[in-house]
């Protein structure tokens, strides 16, 4: 008796072991990417954001509609010259893929800036710094500064470009912003 | 028969009392000291509220017990995003005055061990330091000690809450020395590459609605040239 409670007790100890270490606490949800192999190497992905679908924040001063509603942007005279917004990301799918955040800003001392975090929790963040002029009225360009995960060690490059909505059909949101992404590997030597 | 019924017993035994050993593990304790405590660089200090009510925005995927704010942002509950939470925050000096915006959206981590003490959230932040310039700031973040050490007691409470201080280190990476990495933007910072640690410092956790009294602290070292912590994130 005193053995097969033993046995029971070792069975049960290397059970909860083997559990813990095995089956996954966390499994993000992937959808599959959807990338293009460009001509010079690299990758191109272009993702979307549906306005004002996917639009989660815009925080800016003096905003007589607040998005969301109910929100207390501070009025803080520094935070004038910000605009910050967050959007949900969606793949050529239309399938919502992750979270961006846009920040604009623009001052005397540290220059003009546009930024995107986009974070895909299941791949990674990009960190992109855009160029603040509007290249032929259509769109802007910006570089990869930094990757995480799936995008650490790459570099390239990154179009936004605003596509107003031209169905007219009552569903259809106002436009999209697009972000094509080109990014490439960083060539290290081979010793 | 009695043989198996003790072997069933024995196996509910065997597992209830690993997972209580691995719970208390003695050598998974918080780690109040900062890797950046010693450093000769200079430091920028900028604290939050991590209490989701005392935010510009919080949004989860709208089940979980701290609730979005304001209560109509849009919720995060697409299954690729299901497991994320996005925080805007303006961020505070030492001396308490308003110096940035900060963005912090963190998703479980699928690195996440419970037999090593892991309980792991990827997590990034993306500042703005009006007159200085922006970061953005890669970590990886373990919250096992703070789980264990405040959510767990708040559980067990018959009132349903902890109250108490606990003050620990939850970056845990990526850099070698549990730093995170810091990328600067623009401005005075463009160019820079630098670690960081962040630390929350909890005093009221309530079962019904999460974090109520909850402090965040970023400590970021400003290192001179690009590429400076290089070597240290390549070790990885």
Known sequence: ?191 | MKYLIMVIIGFFVGAATTIVLMFFNPLASANPLSPLAVSDNELISLNYSAVAGDAIVFTNNGNSQVRPKPAKVLQLWEASIRHTEVLVTVLTNSRNAVVGLGVKITSDSESTRLIKAEMLVDSIWHIYLPGRGSLFIEQTENFWSYAREVIAPAYWSSADNWKGVWNGNTTAGPGALGTARVIGGSGEFSNRQMAAVEALSARVYSVESGPLAMDGHLTIELRSEDGALASEFAAE
């Open chain 1, 1 to 191: 008796m005193f053995k097969s409670l033993m046995a029971g007790i070792v069975l049960g100890a290397v059970a909860a072991v083997t559990a813990v270490y095995f089956v996954p606490v966390v499994d993000q949800h992937r959808e599959t990417s959807i990338i293009a192999v460009t001509k010079n190497g690299g990758n191109t992905e272009l993702f979307h954001i549906n306005v004002p679908m996917d639009r989660i924040l815009i925080g800016a001063s003096g905003q007589s509609n607040p998005l969301p509603p109910g929100l207390e942007w501070p009025e803080d005279l520094q935070f004038a010259n910000i605009r910050a917004e967050l959007f949900k990301i969606r793949n050529v799918r239309d399938v919502v893929v992750g979270i961006a955040s846009r920040m604009a800003a623009s001052s005397d001392k540290v220059g003009d800036s546009i930024e995107w975090v986009l974070h895909l929790p299941a791949r990674g963040s990009a960190f992109v710094m855009m160029r603040p002029e509007i290249i032929g009225g259509v769109h802007r360009i910006g570089h990869l500064r930094a990757g995480t995960r799936e995008f650490d060690g790459l570099r390239g490059r990154v179009t936004e470009r605003w596509v107003p909505d031209t169905s007219g059909s009552e569903d259809a949101p106002e436009g999209r912003f697009e972000l094509l992404t080109e990014f490439v590997g960083i060539a290290e030597d081979i010793q």
